[in-house]
């Protein structure tokens, strides 16, 4: 019997192992997350570069697995079933972190910090508190903007410049205090810095008296950073220590080990 488009093997299949409709199966996903999770056919047809009658066949599979749900005015949002996917996930990523968390707090003394973005927002997915009687807390699980905050801000550097202008959508980005960024040129100047120094600054941007330091995770399979937070003097004091001690350096060097540990 003839194979079919979607099941017969690709060179790409046989050279790699994937099925292909599987590959394509997520990538609608993806481009489903893109859109911010919500999108009709043909958005996800010009998005995905998927051909229509491929789309309309995965759609259905997962409309009928609960991945993708159809809403009144025909359009397709991301479903129910992926909730406990993501949450899963989450936990997982934040028990393989949990060693370069503890070491890094270790070092600085201050508390450590992984986060993801995930639909526009970053979510907090691992944390080791400091020992400190004033301390840094942020529930694991919290969803931030990542305008204002160090994670968000290395999170968004990762990304092309169109994505993450798509991620922080049309609307005026809110001012958490007198110090949030909310003037898109600086933010993606700040971006930039951020690229080409590897680590960027929340200064008291989500709460006053609060400095974070962040650092992107390379290698991990979606886009993830790592901070730390504390006190704005005291994380100001461990800023100024210089050499492979210092509080970048040692940062950056957890992070490209743990970056070897997430990578797919």
Not at 25 to 36: I, K, T
Not at 128 to 136: F, P, W
Not at 218 to 243: F, K, M, N
Request: net charge neutral; proline share 6%.
């Amino acid at each position: 019997m003839a194979s079919t488009p979607d099941t017969a093997p690709t060179g790409t299949d046989r050279a790699t192992g994937g099925v292909q409709s599987v590959e394509r199966a997520f990538q609608l996903l993806e481009a489903l997350a893109d859109s911010g999770g919500v999108a009709t056919l043909s958005e996800l047809s010009g998005t995905s570069g998927l051909p229509m009658p491929t789309i309309h066949r995965l759609i259905r599979t997962l409309v009928q697995q609960g991945y993708v749900r159809q809403d009144t005015a025909r359009r397709y949002t991301l479903g129910p079933r992926l909730i406990r996917l993501g949450e899963t996930s989450g936990r997982l990523l934040g028990s393989w972190a949990r060693p370069f968390l503890a070491e890094l707090m270790e070092a600085t003394g201050e508390t450590a910090n992984l986060a993801v973005l995930e639909g526009g927002e970053v979510v907090y997915v691992g944390q080791v508190q400091s020992r400190r009687s004033m301390r840094m807390f942020t529930e694991v699980g919290r969803r931030v903007q990542p305008h204002c905050t160090g994670v968000g801000k290395a999170l968004l550097a990762q990304l092309p410049e169109d994505e993450a202008r798509a991620v922080l959508g049309n609307q005026p980005l809110q001012a958490h205090t007198p110090h949030t960024v909310t003037d898109l040129g600086r933010l993606f100047t700040q971006l930039a810095q951020a690229r080409e120094s590897g680590y960027v600054v929340d200064d008291q941007e989500q709460e006053i008296g609060v400095r974070c330091i962040a650092v992107a995770v390379p290698g991990a399979p979606t886009p993830t950073a790592l901070s730390v937070s504390g006190p704005e003097a005291r994380i100001r004091a461990l800023e100024e220590q210089a050499g492979s001690a210092g509080l970048v350096p040692v940062m950056r060097n957890i992070s490209a080990r743990l970056g070897q540990v997430l990578a797919p």
